[in-house]
Structures are given as C-alpha cells and as structure tokens.
Nanobody
Framework: QLQLVESGGGLVQPGGSLRLSCAASGFTLDYYAIGWFRQAPGKEREGVSCISSSGGSINYVDSVKGRFTISRDNAKNTVYLQMNSLKPEDTAVYYC??????????????WGQGTQVTVSS
C-alpha cells in the first residue's frame, strides 16, 4: 500500500520547536520532490516548503524563512521539517506531498493525511 505518513505534530508553546516527519511506505521518495503544506481553520492551504528529489533545491514561504528547515534522508525514505521559534500563527494541520518537482501542480500530487500543530501558551 502506497502511503505518506506525517508525524511529529503536537502542542507547543510559542517560541518552541517541533520536527515533523514525512515517511513513505510502498514506494521510494528518491525520485520525488516533497512539499510541506499547511491549512489553518477557515484558511486556504498554504505551501510552506519544498525540497527537490536531489535535495539541491529548497524553497520556503517568506513567513517561515529563518525558522523552518526542510531536509531529506533518502536512506530512511523520510523528509523532515524542523520548525523553530514557533508562533501561534503557525497553528495548522501540516501535510506532506510528493510530486515530480517543486514547480509541479500539487493538486495532482500524492498526499499524506496530515498532522496537527498547535502553538499556544
């Protein structure tokens, strides 16, 4: 069964850190760009970060630059999103998705089920 499974979400205080994982089963992530997205209640889904299949190209939405770091470990078939200096506005369900490249139409990507991140005191 082909799956992307996100984990690592939870409740954290403002200024805290979380590391999200996106693990693939049933297929290898080596040939795919992986994107992290988030959706807060009442808001549209937002692209947060993307890493190319080689890891050589990475991008971030402006609001997380300098705070979030995306990385991949192809040996573990997993992509990570390290989130530091978290803010209440980072609260959302975070999803990872696989596509052929970061510039592809993510509507047609392969998506995980999401993990909740809540930043609150």
């Amino acid at each position: 069964q082909l799956q992307l499974v996100e984990s690592g979400g939870g409740l954290v205080q403002p200024g805290g850190s979380l590391r999200l994982s996106c693990a693939a089963s049933g297929f290898t992530l080596d040939y795919y760009a992986i994107g992290w997205f988030r959706q807060a209640p009442g808001k549209e889904r937002e692209g947060v970060s993307c890493i190319s299949s080689s890891g050589g190209s990475i991008n971030y939405v402006d609001s997380v630059k300098g705070r979030f770091t995306i990385s991949r470990d192809n040996a573990k078939n997993t992509v990570y999103l390290q989130m530091n200096s978290l803010k209440p506005e980072d609260t959302a369900v975070y999803y990872c998705a696989a596509q052929s490249s970061c510039g592809s139409n993510w509507k047609f990507g392969f998506w995980g089920q999401g993990t909740q991140v809540t930043v609150s005191s």
